[in-house]
């Protein structure tokens, strides 16, 4: 993984001393954090064909991979230090150095709603001051995540339970009695067919993308948080760019955001595969679904606001605030 991420730094340079395809065309390298199979990445493929399409002669984008490329935990360092040029990622993977980014899970309204309002103006100046990067589009809306387990259970109490987690679902399962682990996604399914957790944390949709479908017996619902998977651009290059070459990017962007994927309709698709698959339903109802859901939130804001005393408390009073 270090050579291949030296040889990424040693292409990066090169291509600075690499001959212009033309005067104004400028390549940018974009990396992505899920495997190419999900809906993430396919979407980001399609915005780089968009960008390709519409941007030629001033912006083209070479589509590096996913994390056969970079580990998914890597790829906040590569954008901020300019080894790669655009990443479709989540905040959980790199709250090593924007803890904050892991806040948008909490911001409960649709994206169209979310950028307007105070709490993304907010987000947009730390991902300039903490990785160095614009945030171009948000690619995930109205998705929740749940947990997905081996074993059954009868209340939100994860007592004697092993689940695999990012840094999204770490308080809140752990809040609940859980015993967490972390792992990339790509370590998940080795994980469970060898017992080494009992389940774990994901979207509602996806599962069967990475075969966990095969080793999952239940789903719980509800869900809880915002999934959120974003396209980023790295501060340096997009003040490179000029407006015609931003513009390019920001339509797309846009595209991207609201255009390119129905997710309401992908995620009842999902449910009913999943149900068609074999996997069972655990339905809280009551005092126990709203416990459990309050858990999440009071247990994700807790972390939060451990991690980043002043930004965190900011973001909670702001991401309350609709525009
Ligand atoms: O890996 C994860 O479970 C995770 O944190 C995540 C975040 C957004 C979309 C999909 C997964």
């Known amino acids: 993984m270090r050579f291949r991420a030296l ?5 990066a340079v090169i291509s600075l001393h690499a001959p212009p395809a033309s005067a104004q065309e400028v390549t940018l390298r974009a990396i992505a954090g899920f495997a190419e199979q999900t809906a993430y990445t396919k979407g980001f493929v399609a915005f780089i064909e968009r960008v390709n399409a519409s941007g030629k002669g001033l912006v083209k984008i070479t589509f590096i991979g996913g994390p056969k490329a970079m580990p998914p935990f890597e790829v ?7 080894v790669v040029d655009m990443a479709s990622v989540t905040g959980a993977f790199y709250t090593n150095l924007m803890p904050e980014a892991d806040a948008w899970k909490l911001a409960d309204m649709p994206v169209p709603e979310l950028r307007k309002s105070p709490g993304f103006a907010y987000m947009e100046k730390l991902y300039a001051d903490k990785l160095n990067a614009v945030y171009l589009s948000r690619q995930t809306d109205k998705t929740p995540f749940h947990l997905y387990l081996t074993k059954p259970i009868s209340k939100p109490d994860l007592t004697g339970l092993k689940l695999r987690i990012t840094p999204v679902y770490r308080d ?5 009695g859980g015993t967490v682990v972390q ?13 080494v957790v009992d389940g774990y944390g994901w979207p509602v949709h996806g599962i069967f993308d990475l075969g966990w479908h095969e080793k999952t017996k239940y789903r719980v619902d509800p869900g809880f948080y915002s999934v959120e998977v974003s396209v980023l651009v790295n501060k340096a290059t997009w003040e490179k760019l000029s407006d015609a070459q931003r513009k390019v990017l920001t339509d797309a962007g846009r595209w991207l955001e609201t255009e390119a994927v129905d997710w309401a309709k992908y ?3 999902e449910v009913d595969r999943q149900a068609k698959s074999g996997i069972e339903t655990i339905t809280f109802s009551g005092a126990d679904a ?6 999440a939130t009071e247990a994700g804001w807790a972390g939060i606001i451990r991690q980043s005393p002043e930004h965190g408390a900011k973001l909670k009073e702001l991401f309350a605030q609709k525009p």
């Open 183 to 195: 792992t990339a996604p790509g370590e998940v399914y080795t994980a469970l067919e060898r017992g």
């Open 76 to 82: 906040g360092n590569a954008l901020k230090s300019g």
């Open 290 to 295: 709203e416990t459990f859901r309050a858990k």
């Open 7 to 11: 040889a990424l730094a040693a292409a």
């Open 172 to 176: 809140f399962f752990a809040a609940i």
């Open 267 to 269: 995620n009842a698709e």
